[in-house]
């Protein structure tokens, strides 16, 4: 790390948005461009251009309405323009004085009265135009754009920027691809006379070669890490006649579906070898991702090594650990073998029992949420981590649960889960490095949910709906809107639903349950839920993972247009669970303006057109881009900043064909590459 206190205010921004070596300069790429290298018209512009004008002053005065305001006249001959300052100094009042001649840049309004400007940059007419389109850089408040160019221009004036492709491997691309240098140079500083569409679009060839640098690189770097774990060993664990895992399937209570066998012969496979396994198990909301890691757990712990399961939630972690120890405990009690908990909120005595039971080893399974990782925990022999919901988690996270595997000298195997499938572009791409198993299927006698959108204006209909499936003996969830800026306004929102609610529903008993509650009382509500004594259950988004509660027929989500696709899709798969017909319903409401948004129209309406997580999956995609949907991975791992998975297809399966050649026969290269895009960013990609 420099020494960061001897930098100046521009040196320290550069810093923080990673600008620190000449390469990172050289690709920083500018957002858009200006056009200063000519003089347009007024009569040519176009409502919205940001345009350079050079025109005559025919008036000058300080206005004060509707605020106090310099208020400049030009004419360019074609058409006049006012200018307005509602900041300036006497001395730029001077340089704007009737008659002179000035050139103006800024963005045009029209509207009734003719051109305006707001705070043009203004200069005398006259003088040299530029040779080149001007950049505009990503930047901060701190960083003025000036000096940013300028020291984007020296990188790349002193960056190594010789070509890591080797030699031939852009013939597929043809004639798309420019060299690296070739390429930064055009993009820093385009000809005038280039057409900017193909700039704005990235489908000029020197964003293309950019692009398939960047795919290159990504792809590079999570092979190598494969490959880095392939070196590494782990315990070989494999299931036992009558041993655990047959027993746990002789007592479950139901079979298993044919995708759960399926993906539990390939965890077993994984398990099975010496090498760490890295798989994500991916299956839809009830699709029973549980029971097949418990099984899982059950073949390490059958072959002597200890398994953890963590969970991103208490409620979440503790029905995994009802379940795994209604499952297990009779399975363990005559071996010796215990299950440990681990959460935050545990009281302290609680928490050294169980950290001794963890460290001793007599605890043979650990479930737990982030308090699994946490540096006090030791275990004996950690052969298996299973990570819930993985995309909750954040990178820093995973890498310490990794760390805290290596302690032991062996690898963990590492499953992950997760019922947001990933789409296709995204697993090719930001997940190259995971074997992904997939539930295609779901348990039988599922009834498909019925999904309804309902405006808020018609809460009584939804009211009486709730009293009817109360009356059959069902129970039903209503979630509370997510409210970004302030936890506090989710709760007066959830409070107030739960009055409503109770108040509607005389003698019925209605719950709240939301984020802020002390972990105890969260669980006494959870478990008046869970037991069916509780018809009603109002919460913020809390119960938006893993709960399982089969007799829940009914989910209102309020504000439904504030939630993600994903989230909506997770919420809604909270019911349907058992056998009795569900229904979800999305309660929106229309606004100020009248009408939903683009995007939270789009999501409602594949909400209620289907029920496939993979569609949602794909369509959230759509709607949201990579970034959002990448959710926690992304506070660590570069996202990509210029290729896009969704035009960019092409690019994308051309690096991955030629990234184990470019490892295999190109080693040098590969890793020059690498540190060049990835500076010291790679570790994360690991995780
Ligand atoms: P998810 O994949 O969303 O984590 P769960 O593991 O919570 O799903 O399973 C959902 C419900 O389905 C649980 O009640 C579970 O016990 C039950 N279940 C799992 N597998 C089967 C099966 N093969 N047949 C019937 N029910 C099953
Ligand atoms: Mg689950």
Known sequence: MPDTKALSEPQKAMIRLGLARDIDLALHLPLRYEDETRIVKLRDAREGDVAQIEATVTACEIAYRPRRQLLVTVDDGSDTCVLRFFSFYPSQQKALAVGTRVRLRGELKGGFLGWQMIHPSFKPAGGELAAALTPVYPTSATLPQAYLRKAVLGGLGRADLSDTFPPGVTEALRPLVWALREALAFLHQPAPDVAMATLE????PAWQRLKAEELLAQQLS???SKRERADLRSPALRARPQGLHEQLLAALPFKLTAA???VGEEIARDLARNIPMHRLLQGDVGSGKTVVAALAAAIAIDAGWQGALMAPTEILAEQHFRKLI?????LFAPRGLRVAWLTGSQKKKERTEMLALVASGEAALVVGTHAVIQEQVQFKNLGLAIIDE?????VAQRLALRAKMKEAGQEPHLLMMSATPIPRTLAMSYYADLDVSTIDELPPGRTPVVTKLIADSRRDEVTERI?????????????CPLIEESEALDLTNATATHEALSAALPGVMVGLLHSRMPAPEKKAVMSLFTG????????????EVGVDVPNASLMVIEHAERFGLSQLHQLRGRVGRGAAASACILLYSAGDAGRLGETARARLKAMAETADGFEIAR????????????GARQSGAPLLRFADLAVDTHLLEWARELAPMMLDRHAQLAEKHIARWLGGKSEYLKA
């Open 326 to 330: 209604g499952w297990l405990e009779p």
């Open 260 to 262: 759960q066998r399926r």
């Open 222 to 224: 999570q092979l190598l």
């Open 467 to 479: 009293r009817a499936q109360i009356a059959q003996g069902r129970q039903v969830y209503w979630v």
């Open 390 to 394: 993985q995309h909750r988690f954040g």
């Open 619 to 630: 369509r959230d995609l759509e709607i949201r881009g990579p970034g959002e949907f990448l």
């Open 201 to 204: 679009d990235r489908s000029h």
């Open 532 to 543: 069916g004594q509780m018809s009603v259950l109002v919460s913020t988004t809390v119960i």
